[in-house]
Each structure stands twice: as structure tokens, then as C-alpha cells.
């Protein structure tokens, strides 16, 4: 997994996003933001990371609706954000969650990796 993903930069803190390979809302992906600012987008069976400083971080992920996903990074720890599209009127519900290495791990024979926007 480590292959995959990296470690954490000395002093920082390593965010995993990522969003399982699922039928339901494969066809639309989302934008992850912090602070108004596009990090990355969250496309169906795909994952992306960031290096961040220690601290709280809120990402936001919208479509008909938004969600909001708020971390306190440790430098030298990995934080992973699962992110699902749920059913939604029209385009569908976007949805940001903490996870797990696990989970991660398990979702990972079916991720491709993305560049963040940094």
C-alpha cells in the first residue's frame, strides 16, 4: 500500500482521498475543495493524496447538495477520506467520509491514481 500511496513529508501530515468502484453514480465524479480552493476531483474507482500541514483541515464536496469532511492532522500520520455518490434528484449526492487504511487497502486493486490540482 505504501508503494501506492507514499508516506507522509517530514513534518506533514499525508491525506488519501479516495472513492470505491461502484455502479451507483459511476457516471459522476466531484470536486474536493478546501477553502474554495479545488484539490483534486473524485472520479468513480479512482484516489488521490495530498501533503498537508498539521492542523484542522474542512474538505468540501457539492453537487445538488454539499458535505463536509473536517480532519486535525499530526505530522507523520495518514488520514484516509472515502468519498460515495449517492441517489439524488438530479445529478446525485456527493458524500465525504473518514476511513481506513483497510478499507483503503481493500478498494485499492480497483483505484487508479489521480494528480491532485495542488
Same mark, same amino acid.
Given at each position: 500500500? @505504501?508503494?501506492?500511496?507514499?508516506?507522509?513529508?517530514?513534518? +506533514?501530515?499525508? @491525506?488519501? /482521498?479516495?472513492?470505491? *468502484?461502484? /455502479?451507483?453514480?459511476?457516471?459522476?465524479?466531484? +470536486?474536493?475543495?478546501?477553502?474554495e %480552493?479545488?484539490?483534486g476531483?473524485?472520479?468513480?474507482?479512482? /484516489?488521490?493524496?495530498?501533503q498537508?500541514?498539521?492542523?484542522?483541515?474542512? $474538505?468540501? %464536496?457539492? *453537487?445538488?447538495t454539499?458535505?463536509?469532511?473536517?480532519?486535525?492532522? #499530526?505530522?507523520? #500520520?495518514? $488520514?484516509?477520506?472515502?468519498?460515495?455518490?449517492?441517489?439524488?434528484? @438530479? %445529478?446525485?449526492r456527493?458524500?465525504?467520509s473518514?476511513?481506513?487504511?483497510?478499507a /483503503?487497502e481493500?478498494?485499492?486493486? +480497483?483505484?487508479?491514481?489521480?494528480?491532485?490540482?495542488e
Amino acid at each position: 500500500m @505504501v508503494a501506492a500511496i507514499g508516506t507522509p513529508e517530514q513534518g +506533514k501530515a499525508l @491525506v488519501v /482521498f479516495f472513492r470505491p *468502484s461502484k /455502479f451507483v453514480g459511476g457516471a459522476v465524479g466531484f +470536486k474536493v475543495r478546501e477553502n474554495e %480552493v479545488e484539490l483534486g476531483k473524485l472520479r468513480n474507482g479512482n /484516489f488521490f493524496t495530498l501533503q498537508v500541514e498539521p492542523g484542522q483541515h474542512a $474538505y468540501d %464536496v457539492h *453537487s445538488e447538495t454539499e458535505d463536509r469532511t473536517i480532519i486535525e492532522a #499530526e505530522a507523520g #500520520e495518514t $488520514y484516509f477520506l472515502s468519498g460515495a455518490m449517492g441517489m439524488g434528484v @438530479v %445529478v446525485g449526492r456527493p458524500n465525504l467520509s473518514p476511513s481506513d487504511a483497510a478499507a /483503503f487497502e481493500a478498494a485499492l486493486p +480497483k483505484l487508479k491514481k489521480s494528480k491532485p490540482l495542488e
